[in-house]
């Protein structure tokens, strides 16, 4: 079991930018670099929806509504995912979730207003 905390959330303004990060713990290194991981999120009434995901190996696949706007990725020998999010809108409000290889952080809330 991988064991995640999630960090950088907050009250950012639209047009802005924020830079997630999501500490893994409890796994090894080689595990790390071949786990399935990213971020998902879910906004207020909403179901949880995925935002950026990398396949082991395989690509990334964002939502189409943050496609050009954000960017995951991942540094395995510090075993950290991060989620750049740039030009944030309203709509991006959400609590955003960590998962590596099928565990989850309990997230970090976004706030996207002027």
């Known amino acids: 079991q991988v064991h995640l905390v999630e960090s950088g959330g907050g009250l950012v303004q639209p047009g802005g930018s924020l830079n997630l990060s999501c500490a893994a713990s409890?796994?090894?290194?080689?595990?790390?670099?071949?786990?399935?991981m990213g971020w998902y999120r879910q906004a207020p009434g909403k179901e949880r929806e995925s935002v950026a995901f990398?396949?082991?190996?395989?690509?990334?696949a964002y939502a189409n509504s943050v496609k050009g706007r954000f960017t995951v990725s991942r540094d395995s020998r510090k075993k950290m995912v991060y989620l750049q999010m740039n030009n944030v809108k309203p709509e991006d409000t959400a609590v955003y979730y960590c998962?590596?290889?099928?565990?989850w952080g309990k997230g970090t809330l976004v706030t996207v207003s002027a």
């Open positions: 409890g796994s090894t290194l080689n595990f790390f670099i071949t786990a399935d």
């Open positions: 990398m396949k082991g190996g395989s690509g990334t």
């Open positions: 998962v590596v290889a099928g565990s």
